[in-house]
């Protein structure tokens, strides 16, 4: 069965740094996004991706963030100078269509220095 | 914009008891989403529910949506050690899936 992948599966990087967090969508997928889940907490919405444009961010997602589809298969989270409080783990979906079943990758944690 | 309260936050059953949680809006919400988060896993999509009054079953898992579409509940009959994790009710509005806070289920042996 087609799954989301995610690499790497953990990242430690000192406060201040940029770090990319990779993700493989599901082939025929055209929808994609990143979620956040800081410790013990619920799953937030950070972007939504699609047709090589942002279709809906989130107030979590500031100009410290940007997303890249850079070749036919990848989904990038770029986080260009990174805070003790993005230290989360980082999961990225995708789906056929919007508003259909969201399929989770098994997420990056992330922590920060 | 739509917000799920979830309850309870945690909940300690035996092995075999039944569970439920429970999912509240304040506003007629469009669907409501069931996902499965297991210690240190992924959110697992489990059902989605749209109609008022909607009830799906699968297996040990029933899912209820209000007939107001501001309600929704999970049930887990005799719960076994795999039912162990996190139960986030959420709404896929547009472009984004907004998730409760969860319930985080612990089975006693």
């Known amino acids: 069965e087609p799954e989301v992948t995610q690499t790497p599966s953990h990242q430690v990087t000192q406060m201040g740094q940029e770090v990319i967090l990779r993700c493989v969508p599901i082939?025929?997928?055209?929808?994609f996004y990143w979620y956040r889940q800081i410790l013990g907490q619920k799953v937030e919405f950070l972007v939504s991706?699609?047709?090589?444009?942002?279709?809906?961010k989130s107030e979590i997602f500031d100009d410290q963030f940007s997303v890249e589809r850079p070749d036919g298969s990848n989904f990038t989270l770029k986080i260009r100078s990174t805070k003790l409080e993005d230290s989360a783990m980082y999961f990225c979906?995708?789906?056929?269509?919007?508003?259909?079943?969201?399929?989770f990758g098994p997420g990056t944690r992330l922590l920060v220095l | 914009g739509q917000q799920v309260m979830q309850i309870p936050q945690y909940q300690h059953v035996q092995e075999g008891e039944d569970f439920t949680t429970y999912c509240n809006s304040s506003?007629?919400?469009?669907?409501i989403q069931w996902y499965k988060q297991r210690p240190g896993g992924h959110p697992v999509f489990l059902i989605q529910?749209?109609?008022?009054?909607e009830v799906k079953k699968q297996k040990r898992l029933t899912f209820q949506f209000g007939e107001a579409k501001k309600n929704s509940s999970l049930h887990i009959t005799a719960t076994q050690t795999t039912d162990v994790g996190t139960y986030f009710c959420?709404?896929?509005?547009?472009?984004?899936?907004?998730f409760g806070k969860g319930t985080r289920l612990h089975i006693l042996p």
């Open positions: 082939s025929n997928h055209l929808y």
């Open positions: 991706f699609y047709n090589n444009e942002i279709s809906e």
């Open positions: 529910l749209v109609k008022s009054g």
């Open positions: 979906a995708s789906s056929v269509l919007a508003r259909e079943t969201q399929y």
């Open positions: 959420a709404v896929n509005r547009d472009d984004k899936i907004i």
């Open positions: 506003t007629t919400l469009s669907n």
